[in-house]
T-cell receptor, first 111, second 112 residues
Framework: DAGVIQSPRHEVTEMGQEVTLRCKPI?????LFWYRQTMMRGLELLIY????????DSGMPEDRFSAKMPNASFSTLKIQPSEPRDSAVYFC?????????FGSGTRLTVV | GESVGLHLPTLSVQEGDNSIINCAYS??????FIWYKQESGKGPQFIID?????DKRQGQRVTVLLNKTVKHLSLQIAATQPGDSAVYFC???????????FGKGTRLHILP
């Protein structure tokens, strides 16, 4: 079991550019979550999917953020246009009835 | 509203001593609580969980205590080791909900 796989591990981009973060959940896990982690706000839930359907996107900061889950094995979180305040570590997690597993995160720096 | 409150202090503990990390939660509808450990450069890792029908649960070197009356959760780590150095988060989940809400974390620093 390779766990939850996120890519890229690090991303540095200029303000105004589009950023796409990717996540491959654990096979068989029905739910997928995107979290953002900053020192100021801690771990914030942005959005989660159940069986590929978005269930709660109330944590998405604004319209610049969007997330998709086209199939059970892939999800993306897109920021367009990116801003310096989006700099954070973005985690993807997937879950089964037995618990959550987190990926290693993508560290995003917007300059 | 829902919140799991945990100011972000640093707890320094001598190697071999016991550690106690505390957490307050505010959502009385939460019925499942989890402690996570996050090491530098990694995602949070599950340590131990407890359901609201229990007040204590023990694992290997870790114990979670739940006091629903005062909405308080604690994590006890016995015989703290250097490998225990990390940030620890409590998290809560409401029955029927899939999402987990995290507190802000406590950094545990082990003194040699």
């Amino acid at each position: 079991d390779a766990g939850v796989i996120q890519s890229p591990r690090h991303e540095v981009t200029e303000m105004g550019q589009e950023v796409t973060l990717r996540c491959k959940p654990i096979s068989g896990h029905n739910s997928l979550f995107w979290y953002r982690q900053t020192m100021m706000r801690g771990l914030e839930l942005l959005i989660y999917f159940n069986n590929n359907v978005p269930i709660d996107d109330s944590g998405m900061p604004e319209d610049r953020f969007s997330a998709k889950m086209p199939n059970a094995s892939f999800s993306t979180l897109k920021i367009q246009p990116s801003e310096p305040r989006d700099s954070a570590v973005y985690f993807c997690a997937s879950s089964s009835p037995y618990g959550y597993t987190f990926g290693s995160g993508t560290r995003l720096t917007v300059v | 509203g829902e919140s799991v409150g945990l100011h972000l202090p640093t707890l320094s503990v001598q190697e071999g001593d016991n550690s106690i990390i505390n957490c307050a939660y505010s959502n009385s509808a939460s019925d499942y609580f989890i402690w996570y450990k996050q090491e530098s450069g990694k995602g949070p890792q599950f340590i131990i969980d407890i359901r609201s029908n229990m007040d204590k649960r023990q694992g290997q070197r870790v114990t979670v205590l739940l006091n629903k009356t005062v909405k308080h959760l604690s994590l006890q780590i016995a015989a703290t080791q250097p490998g225990d150095s990390a940030v620890y988060f409590c998290a809560e989940k409401k029955g029927g909900d899939d999402k987990i809400i995290f507190g802000k974390g406590t950094r545990l620093h082990i003194l040699p």
